[in-house]
């Protein structure tokens, strides 16, 4: 099954990205978990980091 293209609708500029380190395993698991939405794991960790923010009252 091809991958979907998908787009960030924020249209916010892209400034860096953080190095972020993840162990074999959990590397492992992101890209299962890629695979299996469809999504690049840039777009999930974005969508992860908003959520995050909204549940702490960060972010609207």
């Not at 972020?20 to 978990?33: D, G, Q, R, W």
């Amino acid at each position: 099954m091809p991958r979907r293209r998908t787009t960030d609708t924020t249209r916010e500029p892209r400034t860096r990205m953080l190095g972020v380190h993840l162990t074999e395993s959990e590397h492992a698991i992101a890209k299962a978990l890629a695979a299996t939405t469809g999504e690049n794991l840039s777009v999930l960790f974005r969508t992860w980091l908003r959520e995050q923010a909204k549940r702490k009252g960060i972010a609207a």
